[in-house]
């Protein structure tokens, strides 16, 4: 479970870094 969320909030990281340096 907790990688699982670790993975989840990495991935979205990644998606959210893009957008806010945008």
């Known amino acids: ?3 699982q ?3 989840l ?3 979205t990281s990644k998606k ?3 957008l ?3």
């Open 1 to 3: 479970m907790d990688f």
């Open 16 to 18: 959210l870094v893009p």
């Open 9 to 11: 909030a990495g991935g």
């Open 5 to 7: 969320v670790v993975v």
């Open 20 to 22: 806010v340096s945008k």
